[in-house]
């Protein structure tokens, strides 16, 4: 049995995002996203952070070394 929870990215003021870059760039692509969202944390193969939907298309705009822009939709916790 799982617990599921859906995230609505257009009716979620705030949605948790991860930037995807070639390894070795994490740093760089997390210094290059910081003026423009919240909570900026460099990951192995990305970036994660938070904002909202215009924060999103913003960083997927000027992010110069981010590849993907993705958005968590689904969140869920096994209950055994």
Known sequence: ???LN???PFTTEIL???LTCPRGLEEITAKDI???CQNVKPESGGV???GDLRTLYTVNLYS???MYALVKLYEFSAIC
Request: hydrophobic share 35%; glycine share 6%.
């Open 34 to 36: 910081s003026p423009h």
């Open 64 to 66: 110069r070394t981010g």
């Open 48 to 50: 994660a952070f938070r």
């Open 16 to 18: 948790e995002c991860f």
């Open 1 to 3: 049995l799982t617990s």
């Open 6 to 8: 859906m995230i609505h």
